[in-house]
């Protein structure tokens, strides 16, 4: 008999001590292994800044474009109007799309100060789907874009250089923007 009321002790002590764990902010399904791992992929995948995670070379070529003028600066409405008409005339995209393309590389690029640091975060999920003569026609394209006012400096040598050597380093295989 006292081994039978240690017992239902024992399995009420239990219960108390979780249900006081719940009270406190504690949930015992987060000790699941398997919940922990699924959050472990998900923080891993989202926690990353946005610009690391394009995988699309449009996205990624307009971004560097981009990035490429602002180099010198803040870029003025004409850089911008030149800009949308490269993306436009290169990319294949209407007024509405060039100018979203550039809105959105705008928001992605505003907390960068130096891209060159990071073109292997920034080209890491795309690089595989540019042709070799994407690479050409956008390592063109930025010298064009590094000269739309003055002439190129050296911030915008060292991207396009940066951009050129993860691509001599890097394997690629054909795409299409």
């Known amino acids: ?3 039978l009321i240690g017992l239902i002790t024992a399995i009420a002590g239990l219960f108390w001590a979780i249900n006081s764990l719940q009270r406190s902010g504690f949930n015992p399904a ?5 919940l922990w791992n699924r959050r472990r992929k998900w923080k891993n995948l989202y926690s990353q800044k946005p610009i690391y995670n394009l995988d699309k070379p449009l996205d990624v070529a307009a971004l560097l474009l981009l990035g490429t003028l602002k180099c010198e600066g803040e870029i003025s409405s004409e850089q911008k ?3 949308t008409s490269i993306y436009k005339e290169n990319f294949n995209l209407n007024s509405s799309e060039a100018s979203d393309l ?3 590389s705008s928001h992605l690029i505003r907390d960068e100060i130096y891209l060159a640091d990071n ?3 920034i080209l890491e999920k795309s690089h595989q789907q540019y042709s ?3 690479i050409n026609a956008l390592l063109a394209l930025m010298d064009k874009v590094s000269t739309i006012e003055s002439t190129t400096n050296q911030e915008q040598d060292n991207l396009i250089n940066a951009v050129k050597n993860y691509f001599n380093k890097s394997t690629h ?3 299409q923007w």
């Open 1 to 3: 008999m006292h081994i």
């Open 102 to 104: 550039l809105l959105a």
């Open 132 to 134: 070799e003569d994407q």
């Open 30 to 34: 987060s000790l699941n292994p398997f």
């Open 119 to 121: 073109i292997d975060n």
């Open 173 to 175: 295989s054909n795409g």
């Open 81 to 83: 109007a030149v800009l």
